[in-house]
């Protein structure tokens, strides 16, 4: 009786080659797909998450706001608007703050370049002309891809980006955007706003109890 001849392996032929080849190039198609929508997933859903700096270059947490409306602001020294604006964002940092609002600032040089000061002398000029005792932090980018990301998150949230100086957004003590405004929009229009998410706040805190 002759000898029963040996079964090939089942996996060792081209057509199993060429399933494995396809396999492997899947999977890393796969792994590679799932690690893009990682990256353009935004990094975090509320502005209070981001990090920045004081005028003196010192980091800052946002997260010290967290619980509070804010209306933010990209500011300028030497513009038109200057006046105006930061009379009106003290007026309402004022009347609203501190405990359930605030103003922040970020001086830019981007627009016309009106903001040509250190981020420190920007403190003391509005400090000095216009009694200003929100807090104005480090001069910042918001165009190009040096922007700071804080605010960047500030203009893809509300997908308006500014065009000049004193752009505002308000945002909501959970750290989404819920409102913007042009810089020549008046305080009239502005205080309701603020005023309403204010009241909001203050009744869900007392459910909350």
Same mark, same amino acid.
């Given at each position: ?10 996996? !060792? ?12 190039? #899947? ?18 859903? !509320? ?17 010290? *706001? ?16 200057? @006046? ?6 003290? @007026? $309402? ?11 922040? #600032? ?14 420190? @002398?920007?403190? !003391? *000029? ?20 040096? #922007? ?5 998150? $500030?203009? @893809? ?8 100086? *004193? ?27 603020? #005023? ?14």
């Amino acid at each position: 009786m002759e000898p029963l001849a040996a079964h090939p392996p089942r996996c !060792s032929g081209p057509k199993a080659k060429v399933l494995a080849v396809l396999l492997s190039m #899947a999977l890393c198609t796969g792994t590679l797909f799932l690690l893009q929508l990682k990256l353009l997933q935004p990094k975090s859903n !509320s502005f209070y998450a981001f990090e920045v700096k004081d005028a003196k270059g010192r980091p800052v947490s946002l997260e010290k *706001f967290k619980g509070k409306v804010t209306l933010v602001a990209n500011v300028a020294s030497d513009c038109q608007l200057t @006046d105006s604006n930061y009379l009106a964002l003290q @007026d $309402l940092h004022r009347e609203f703050g501190p405990f359930h609002f605030s103003v922040l #600032a970020f001086p830019c040089n981007q627009f016309g370049e009106s903001e040509p000061r250190p981020s420190k @002398d920007v403190v !003391s *000029f509005a400090r000095n002309n216009y009694g200003v005792t929100f807090p104005i932090f480090h001069k910042i980018k918001i165009l190009g891809p040096g #922007a700071e990301p804080a605010f960047r998150f $500030l203009v @893809d949230s509300s997908k308006k980006e500014p065009r000049w100086n *004193f752009w505002k957004y308000l945002v909501n003590p959970e750290g989404r955007v819920v409102k913007s405004w042009r810089p020549e929009e008046p305080i009239e229009v502005i205080r309701p706003e603020i #005023a309403d998410l204010i009241r909001q706040m203050i009744i869900k805190k007392r459910e909350d109890l």
